[in-house]
């Protein structure tokens, strides 16, 4: 156990899926502990949000939530789910940029960003689960006989479904590569310690073969399912405000998807970054932000067209509560973060680098809530929804429990890169 602990201490050896950056666990490489203030208060947080889960689970939705007839979903659907997959859209964006695409200097980008949307997706499922009235029966979902192909849920809860299962097999060789020459079994189980050394290598081996394959495939996935989660409300015209509503709105969707999925990359790089006291990789991060002023301009130009080709636009300007969102979403998520990456002296500056990104992250996240909470317009409405404080518990709790898993595997793992190879970049 002794050999083992000391082999963590190194960087660990090049991947061949990876490009040929060195990544490296931060246990015993780090001089950051695992706990700190900060993450005490996380855990509570998440530990609250467990509890939360398991009441609702035995209680129901009317004991746990300010849900009813007239507003079936709220925050859990808005951002639990709608917000959690658009922010894990850094997984496919990363992964074709970097290994489609060929840029190799992406390549230290594509780990976190692959265990951030496999850890988001992986909580969306459980967010949905939240969600079902009768979550007991979401199995039915995988018997071909209750399929209905008619169905944009039908096809979002398929492809959320295979593309996590995607997720986790790309995620493999990271496991392969933290393990191979390492499996060390305390006792009795240390017979097995060849076997699994030899089924590790074998699995790595096989995975190299056929991982162009998945990587594809999660690309075409998350494509496919970006967008039909906005085809959930485009079929539902008299319930959506019109400054939402559109036929487009699956385009939209999608478009904002690749703007956010960089944004997250680069929000995700530079706050693990200074919560673990490591140098900011901003030889990759300023020329990735290059390209997301085009995508927002390109999402921008989109929304644009459409509210004038509806004859929507008016609305903008009407002095309501959903008109003033629309306004925040817009200016803040997508115009100022817009002109901050086109500057090319701030984009080097990782405040306001940071800061862009997140405007982004809250832009798309706003959008998110706005499309399925804000601009919800129930039929026979008996008054406005507001979340119950336990909805609110749950859904912070769950962001606290994904950051402590986050926290979790990039010390036992090789997820980020080793040091060294940032400061000599």
Same mark, same amino acid.
């Given at each position: 156990? =002794?050999?083992?602990? /000391? ?13 040929? %950056? ?9 001089a950051? !502990?695992?706990?700190? !203030? ?12 467990? *509890? ?13 939530? $300010? ?6 979903? +709220? ?26 695409? $060929? ?10 960003a692959?265990? &951030? ?9 459980? =967010? ?19 399929? /209905? ?11 959320v ?5 995607v997720?986790?097999? #790309? ?19 240390? @017979?097995? $310690? ?11 081996k ?8 998945? *990587? ?9 399912? /970006?967008?039909?989660? +906005?085809?959930?409300? =485009?079929? =539902?015209?008299s @319930? ?27 929000? #995700?790089? *530079? ?5 673990? @006291? ?12 290059r ?26 300007f ?25 500057? %090319?002296?701030?984009?080097? $500056? ?23 909470? &804000? ?15 336990t ?28 040091? #060294?190879?940032? #400061?000599?970049?």
């Amino acid at each position: 156990m =002794a050999d083992s602990m /000391q082999q963590d201490n190194a960087a660990l050896p090049d991947n061949p899926h990876d490009g040929h %950056h060195k990544a490296q666990p931060l246990f015993g490489n780090s001089a950051v !502990p695992f706990f700190t !203030p900060g993450v005490i208060v996380i855990a509570i947080l998440a530990a609250a949000g467990l *509890i939360t889960f398991a009441v609702r689970l035995f209680l129901g939705l009317g004991a746990m939530t $300010n849900l009813n007839n007239q507003y079936p979903w +709220g925050i859990w659907i808005g951002i639990d789910v709608a917000s959690g997959v658009a922010l894990a859209a850094g997984g496919f964006t990363m992964a074709f940029i970097a290994h489609i695409m $060929n840029n190799e200097k992406y390549h230290v980008l594509v780990r976190p960003a692959l265990l &951030t949307a496999a850890i988001g997706y992986t909580f969306v499922a459980l =967010a949905v689960v939240v969600d079902l009235g009768r979550y007991y029966n979401i199995w039915h979902v995988m018997m071909p006989s209750m399929w /209905q192909g008619n169905s944009a849920l039908f096809e979002v809860g398929m492809c959320v479904m295979i593309y996590l299962t995607v997720l986790y097999i #790309e995620f493999l060789p990271i496991v392969c590569e933290r393990f191979i020459g390492r499996v060390n079994l305390p006792g009795i189980l240390g @017979k097995l $310690n060849g076997f699994l050394d030899g089924l590790l290598r074998i699995l790595d081996k096989t995975l190299s073969r056929v991982m162009s394959f998945f *990587i594809i495939a999660g690309v075409v996935l998350s494509c496919a399912h /970006q967008s039909s989660l +906005g085809t959930l409300m =485009a079929i =539902a015209p008299s @319930k959506l405000y019109p400054l939402w509503f559109t036929p487009v709105l699956p385009l939209l969707f999608l478009l904002s998807a690749f703007a956010v999925g960089l944004s997250m990359a680069v929000f #995700e790089s *530079i706050l693990a970054s200074r919560s673990f @006291k490591r140098p900011i990789e901003m030889h990759v991060l300023s020329p990735l932000a290059r390209m997301i002023p085009l995508l927002l301009v390109v999402y921008f130009a989109a929304k644009v067209i459409d509210l004038v080709n509806r004859d929507a636009w008016p609305l903008m300007f009407e002095a309501n509560f959903r008109s003033m969102m629309f306004w925040i979403e817009i200016v803040v998520g997508v115009v100022i973060p817009a002109f901050l990456f086109l500057s %090319h002296r701030l984009r080097r $500056n990782p405040v306001w680098l940071f800061s862009a990104a997140a405007m982004v992250v809250f832009g798309v996240v706003l959008n998110r809530f706005n499309v399925f909470v &804000t601009g919800y317009i129930p039929p026979y409405s008996e008054g406005q929804y507001f979340p119950a404080w336990t909805e609110i518990l749950l859904t912070v709790g769950m962001i606290s429990l994904i950051v402590l898993i986050y926290r979790a595997w990039v010390f036992i793992f090789p997820v980020l890169p080793a040091e #060294e190879e940032i #400061e000599h970049a």
